[in-house]
């Protein structure tokens, strides 16, 4: 009873974690990289298992995190109800058609670029690019960017040609999603490679904020989906027996994540009005370089 206690504590703090880093561009998926290096569960004996449910525990309890944008811009985002007119409804089914458009790159790249991957050499994405190191990089990475594009734009003074997510075209979502598909790589962050790209392909930061939570939602259900399915099958095939605890630590991860994820995409969207990303930048390389600190000098030493 007292190690179950222990795991749920853990998944408690995995939904803070990911309900805050998922929205704020400093990448979710490194953050719960390091906290599984950190503080792994441990309610199986099996090693195995345990990797196996790790992998998908970090991509399912995005859920929760999903379902905190549908809250929020549900009139936004539903096309249906009386109240609305015929205008209002075809904008927003446009809006969807943009996010759909953007969702392309990751899809084809994530999905197909995986399998192709893991018949190639017997490991997929996940694989490869799942470590400390790779999440380090690409914390420093695009925390650099993060500023130098924020030091650019303020230099110039030019006012975003796109202000509103309604605003965007069709071409410019294919773009977006474009720089999502990056993302891929962990440490990368999904919200912030498409901030990232929005900004520069001129839309505010209002609107790219925006335009990145809308995008999260099919991107983040079919990786939940497919990781899902991917365990279920694992489970199945290994007759392997699930221990309470696992349901119990995916269930509370799930809850939390949404509720934190509430306050910060809230917050977010205050910030941003108010604010630039170059703080973000200058997180991501300080965590960027102790995390290359804390796993490369135990190695020099």
């Not at 539903?78 to 609305?84: E, W």
């Not at 309470?244 to 509430?262: D, E, K, N, R």
Request: charged share 15%.
């Amino acid at each position: 009873m007292f190690q179950t206690l222990i795991e749920i504590l853990k998944s408690i703090l995995y939904g803070i974690v990911e309900g805050i880093t998922e929205w704020l561009p400093i990448s979710s998926t490194g953050h719960l990289i390091l906290l599984e290096e950190w503080l792994p569960f441990a309610f199986s004996d099996d090693p195995t298992f345990l990797a196996e449910f790790g992998e998908m525990f970090q991509v399912v309890i995005q859920l929760g995190a999903i379902l905190a944008v549908v809250i929020l811009f549900w009139s936004r985002l539903c096309p249906f109800g009386a109240k609305k007119t015929a205008e209002t409804r075809r904008g927003i089914w446009q809006l969807w058609g943009k996010v759909v458009v953007a969702s392309i790159p990751a899809a084809v790249i994530g999905i197909g670029f995986d399998e192709l991957l893991e018949k190639l050499t017997s490991r997929d994405m996940d694989g490869w690019l799942y470590n400390a190191p790779t999440v380090a990089i690409m914390l420093i990475v695009y925390g650099v960017a993060f500023i130098l594009i924020e030091r650019h734009n303020q230099k110039r003074e030019i006012t975003p040609a796109v202000q509103t997510v309604e605003d965007i075209t069709y071409s410019k979502a294919l773009a977006i999603g474009a720089f999502q598909a990056l993302s891929i790589v962990p440490g990368t962050s999904r919200s912030g490679s498409t901030i990232l790209g929005s900004m520069l392909l001129g839309l505010s930061r209002t609107a790219g904020a925006e335009f990145s939570f809308f995008m999260a939602i099919p991107a983040m259900v079919g990786a939940s989906l497919i990781k899902a399915l991917g365990f279920v099958k694992y489970v199945v095939e290994g007759s392997v027996a699930v221990p309470v605890a696992a349901y119990l630590t995916l269930a509370v991860g799930c809850v939390v994540s949404l509720v934190v994820s509430l306050v910060a995409i809230r917050f977010l969207m205050d910030f941003v009005k108010r604010h630039t990303f170059s703080a973000f930048g200058v997180y991501r390389i300080i965590l960027g370089v102790l995390v290359l600190l804390y796993f490369t000098l135990p190695l020099v030493f």
